[in-house]
């Protein structure tokens, strides 16, 4: 009907009318692209440093605004997606000299179920068990990158080396920063492009932290990280000294003892009182290696062992950035100040995503990216510097005088549901439903009781705030 009146139209134009008529058109397109080329030099450029968890979190959530941004670079060192839960059986370095990133062992199954562990958008396959292998998890990450379309904008073989703040001071006196990324792809080519601001998504469970212990060098054993630890077998029958009892130190002396190693749990925290499979005992922390190569714990008790296992834990590192001249301390244990855990007050416009620990890292990731973004595009406003600096500073003191060691700061555990709630009402995204955190509780409760079973549970969410065993 519509088509057939403008076709009678056009036909009863003169020349002049129609020549007018094609001119304003011309005009209009003109004007048009114009302005798409206007909004276009007006869209933020986002660089993101990592294609694991919380940089596709990134990039989803930065693809879903297109009037604010342009589509994001993200920036991977490997040939793949998912980070972490990429398993990957070789330990050391990859072909291309970079070290192995992912920390994966063999027969891991989550800590935490997919009910809880999933992004708030993007539930996990219905017909799958609570507790996921890695492959189910990797899986996961590939369909929403592929949901989000996210593969294009992914740079894979290409590390970033450096990341450099440029601070220019505008006519009005007011400065504007923007971010130098140098980067290398495989063939060695490097590249620096300039982008307005930039989310660092590497990860912080790569780098292995190993405590000084006086004497190691006459450790006469194999000396191995958790990060280097991919299956038991290798050692069935060898006395193996595991140090740290947190979630990959119990889950890899079980693994070992069921696999008939002689397993030594030495740790400093409280004597577990859950039942351990036969083939663990427990001990107080190593202190030194002796001269002859016996081990030295706490209590005074000696032991030989085979093997030293360190489940002690990472450092962060971040090699593409010079923490003094972003007003940042980058410790093994501690990156500081940062605002609400996320931006340095000197640089509101560079976002660690995932920095802190003990929490539920997806839906966490989810609610830092939208409230970053919100803080990019202006929605939210940062209070000043001195404001931001003296608030990361009182809340540390207060942690300090509660006794928490510095290397546990970074720790948020409780804290970390009134957190999220906080961006999420800051920014004005729907928070998480309370079951996340109810479910969390549980499970963790379940961990402290049964550690070598609570995975064969199975949950299902019922609704926002209720949730119910289905086995
Ligand atoms: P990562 O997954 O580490 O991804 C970082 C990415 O950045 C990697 O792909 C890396 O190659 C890339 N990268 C690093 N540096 C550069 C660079 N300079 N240039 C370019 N790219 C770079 N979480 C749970 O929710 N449930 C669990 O059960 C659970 N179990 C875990 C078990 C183990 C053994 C470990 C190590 C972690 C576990 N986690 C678990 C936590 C896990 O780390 C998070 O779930 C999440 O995967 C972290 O994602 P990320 O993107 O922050 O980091």
Known sequence: MNVSRRYTFTVVFDRKVRHRCYSAFLLRCLTFDLGVLRLRTMLQR????GAGAAGLCAARHILSRPNSFAPPVVFELTSNVGGTWCYDERIGTYNNGWPIHSSMYRDLRT???????????????????????HQEVQRYLERYCQRHNIRPHIRFSTVVEKVKPVVVTKEDKEKTTTWEVTSSDSSGFQKT????????????????HIPDIPGMENFKGKVLHSHSYRFAEPFSGQSVVVLGAKASGLDISIELAKASAQVTLSHGRPRLTFPLPSGIQQSSPVVAIEDDGSIRFQDGSM?????????????????FLDGDQLGLEIQDHMVSPLYRFLVPPAFPSLFFIGICKIIC?????????????????????LPPQAEMEDEVRRALHEKVERGVQRRHLLIMDQDQWEYCWTL??????????????????????????????????NYRLISDTEWEVIN
């Open 361 to 381: 890292p997806f839906p966490n990731f989810d609610c830092q990216v939208q409230f970053a973004l919100a803080v990019l595009d202006g929605s939210v406003s």
């Open 303 to 319: 032991a030989w062992a085979d093997v030293l296992m360190f489940c002690t834990g990472y450092n962060f590192s971040y090699p």
């Open 46 to 49: 986002v660089a993101v440093i």
């Open 111 to 133: 800590n935490l179920p997919k009910e809880v562990m999933m992004f708030p958008d993007f539930p996990f396959d219905p017909q799958l068990n609570s507790f996921l292998s």
């Open 193 to 208: 492009e300039t982008f307005d601001s930039v989310f660092v998504c590497s990860g912080h469970y790569s780098d292995p």
């Open 424 to 457: 999420a009402q800051t920014a004005g995204f729907p928070p998480l439903p309370p079951v996340v955190r109810s479910l969390y509780e549980e499970v963790w409760r379940q961990r402290q009781v049964h550690p070598e079973n609570y995975r064969r549970i």
